[in-house]
């Protein structure tokens, strides 16, 4: 016996959110601790946050990889099978985005919008980091929303420009972690929603 799929079923990319802000030299948000043994994130991390957290407002592609280390080893008197044990843990995710010119109220043509400038910072500053929050929406309430949310502290890595001719100009990036990484459920109140108000300016 087969069953149709129903379209609410699938979970949709344009509900996902990527802010970013541009960390304090020296400072990482301690967010391993923001995580409970039950794969929920209670409330947001504070402590060493940016004053400013913006969303990324002009990506077009994104994807999120987990790559783990692994140390393989063999047991005295175990046949010569070999075995393994998982070491490390970094999450990259990989940006395809346009560069756009700020625009809270009004547009300035004089700078990058505050996600980009965070982003852009990595490019003469090898030590830049970023602290990277995404939210994908998985259902709720419209006063509890439930997100699928992942929290870490990240460098900047294989940033490309490119210039096609009378076209945009399109910027490729990675978000790779450095630190602790949270994962779990984070519930949303109407104060708490990571979601940008509008599509035009820049949400904090």
Not at 8 to 32: E, F, M
Not at 135 to 162: M, P, R, W
Not at 178 to 198: C, L, M, V, Y
């Amino acid at each position: 016996m087969s069953s149709l799929q129903h379209p609410s079923q699938i979970i949709k990319s344009q509900d996902t959110v990527i802010k970013v802000g541009s960390l304090a030299a020296g400072k990482r948000v301690p967010i391993a601790s923001a995580v409970s043994s039950a794969g929920v994130i209670a409330a947001l991390p504070t402590t060493n946050v940016p004053s400013v957290m913006t969303f990324l407002g002009g990506v077009t592609n994104a994807s999120i990889a987990y790559n783990d280390g692994e140390q393989e080893y063999y047991v005295l008197g175990g046949g010569g099978f070999a075995d393994s044990v998982k070491t490390t843990r970094r999450i990259v995710a990989s940006i395809t985005s346009y560069l756009q010119r700020d625009f809270d109220d009004a547009l300035q043509n004089d700078a990058f919008s505050e996600s980009m400038e965070a982003v852009t910072a990595g490019r003469q500053d090898l030590n830049h980091e970023v602290y990277v929050q995404i939210f994908k929406n998985i259902g709720g309430t419209s006063s509890d929303l439930v997100f699928d949310t992942i929290l870490f502290c990240a460098t900047v890595a294989n940033y490309q420009e490119s210039y096609p001719a009378d076209n945009l100009v399109e910027v490729t990036f990675d978000l790779a972690s450095r630190g602790e990484i949270a994962i779990g459920k984070f519930t949303a109140t109407s104060q708490t929603d990571p979601r940008p108000a509008n599509q035009g300016a820049d949400q904090d």
